[in-house]
């Protein structure tokens, strides 16, 4: 005969069972992820997500510890070529002061969060595998060290001008040839036909990084030589260029394997820029579900 106290103990048991049986399906079960676009808000037709909400989602603490990767993110998008205040804004939230991200400042933001967090690789991934062009133009292509390199080289070389100009150099074209024959063995016009660009293609907008910091240093250092000229005239100037120029050109020969002439073109950083901007505008105007990555894990 089956005691009372033990059909009690059985049904505490079967009970038990049922409870924690329940647990792991909860537990099992899949829940739908949201998409991305559920975190955010719209305001005059576009749409924004709280930094104070993506902090806590890549694993930041607060806001405070997550403004400098904001910050270093809002200067990457500078570096870029894009306006910095069309993707980040400052504003009030439930939270009191912070900003509002554009999909695209999401995306920089996560390029510039700790790496090391595997949320923070998850996010990086979600974006770049729906900008694959994205991901070429930030790496394969050098993008972000060739802009800036070119940017330089457009700001010493103005000031190169003004140096030749107090050297007594009337005929820059000139001036600036000597320089190249020196490095590449070429003029530029030669040097451009070699290469295949046409005659109104900048080399700039096409130079790898390395070639870049290359005239970058012939440059600077034939600024130097000229400031050390005693009686200036033009063909001295010249003739300094010329061997700064023939300096790098072993330099380059000896650390590369090839001549200046020889190193390879990239793709035009002009085309980058517009793909980078095409970029920009998917992200910002296209806001599509998360299907495969959920950020909000």
Known sequence: MVSHQSTIGDKRTNLNLLI???AIMNELEVKPKKSLIEYGFEEDGKHYWWASWYANVLGYK???????????????CVQLGLAAENNFTVATSDVGKDIKLTKFACFLVAIQADARKPVVKRA???????????????NDQDYLHRNLSRQELKRINSDLSKMAARSRVKDFQFFTNEGYLGMYNHTMPE????RGLEFDDNMNDYMSATELAANIFRITMTKERLKRLRNP???????????????IRSMIKENTGVYPEQLPLKVDLNDLQRKLKKAQRKLNEEIQSIEQVSLAN
């Open 233 to 247: 005239n033009e063909a001295k100037a010249a003739k300094q260029h010329w061997t700064i120029g023939s300096q």
């Open 20 to 22: 924690h049986n329940s």
């Open 191 to 194: 040097l451009r036909k070699r």
């Open 124 to 138: 990086r991934s979600y974006f770049l595998n729906e900008l694959e062009e994205l991901d070429v133009l930030l």
């Open 62 to 76: 607060s806001l405070k510890t997550f403004t400098p990767v904001i910050t270093r993110a809002k200067q990457l």
